[in-house]
């Protein structure tokens, strides 16, 4: 093979490699903090959407949201939804501008604004909006002898993809019943669908899933492990973990969602659209118009989106809302 031509070679498998590894770089203008607001898009935009695993519901309506974007702008905007493992993951990656709009459970974006937990320094992340809330699903083999979070010590259990809301909320949850998250549970920081194919194989004991309802991965494990699985309260920890962050609220799975013989006590942690501070307003202004927009076709790709409510979407403090979302939510007479 000549020189010349291995070098071309090279450099096309480098580029190629890049161009496929992660997010999707954002070449839009950036927002300078000022200047009128249109909430139009005037020439072809692409930004990269992070969600979440693909069994669960961040996926879901990310990609439900990045179609609806793309046909109300008639293509001037695209979006490209990626799988990512989700909260912690996808704030790092916003901030690196790998991805310019990421899912978030609301207990790990204040963590960030704020420098805390996983975060060593304040991240420059601003919120479109509050949407629906994530239901903490723990979920035990029947067998195990599991029938509170103490049970859980010495056993298998998921605690969710690395650097995830779910890993946040689990290692949360565990220390609340006053476990080591690292040293009193044998931790398997797995995706959610390598999660739930341990749960039916018997290789996990117990798992954690923070995620919408219904969350299609919970669904078939229900649906395929019928009476070998059972949800556990974790309302007994919800007074612990809200001493440390008051978005870990009490609520309830209801008994029609996974069909259970009755409603499960659990946590709920709100969810925040995130995107970079400096994202281009009108692009931040039309997003958060077409996440409200469009909520009925949202909710077609999982009813989880019937919770993003107008009543809600502002309640994000202490994370600050994009100036472009100020500007849809004012139009959209948001309260």
Excluded: W
């Amino acid at each position: 093979m000549r020189p010349h031509l291995t070098i071309v070679g090279l450099l096309i498998v480098a580029v190629a490699g890049s161009a496929a590894c992660g997010g999707q770089r954002n070449n839009n203008r950036r927002d300078t903090g000022s200047g009128d607001i249109t909430c139009e898009i005037t020439n072809d935009s692409r930004i990269g959407l992070a969600t979440g695993n693909t069994t669960g519901v961040y996926y879901a309506i990310g990609n439900a949201l990045a179609e609806q974007v793309a046909s109300k702008t008639g293509g001037k905007l695209r979006v490209t939804a990626a799988e990512t493992g989700a909260s912690v993951q996808n704030i790092e990656q916003l901030v690196a501008d790998r991805y310019q709009v990421a899912f978030s459970l609301f207990d790990t974006a204040t963590d960030a604004v704020n420098g805390k937990g996983s975060f060593t320094s304040p991240q420059k992340v601003q919120a479109l909006a509050r949407i629906y809330d994530n239901y903490t699903h723990v979920v035990v083999r029947a067998d195990a002898g599991i029938n509170s979070v103490a049970d859980m010590k010495g056993k298998r259990v998921s605690t969710g993809s690395p650097k995830s809301g779910t890993e946040v909320i689990a290692q949360r949850v565990l220390q609340a019943a006053g476990l080591n998250p690292d040293s009193d549970v044998q931790p398997q920081r797995l995706d959610l669908t390598k999660t739930v194919d341990g749960m039916k194989a018997g290789t996990i004991d117990a798992m954690f899933f923070s995620g919408g309802l219904p969350t299609p991965g919970i669904t078939d494990l229900f649906t395929t492990s019928a009476g070998k699985v059972k949800f556990i309260d974790i309302t007994p920890q919800q007074p612990k973990m809200a001493e440390g962050n008051p978005a870990y609220q009490r609520a309830e799975i209801p008994a029609t969602t996974y069909k259970t013989a009755a409603a499960v006590p659990t946590i709920v942690v709100p969810n925040v659209l995130l995107v970079r501070d400096d994202l281009d307003a009108n692009i931040a202004c039309t997003l958060t118009k077409v996440l409200f927009d469009t909520k009925s076709e949202l909710a077609k790709a999982n009813a989880a989106a019937n919770g993003i409510s107008l009543d809600t979407a502002r309640k994000t403090d202490p994370v600050t809302i994009h100036r472009g979302a100020k500007k849809a939510l004012d139009d959209l007479g948001a309260k």
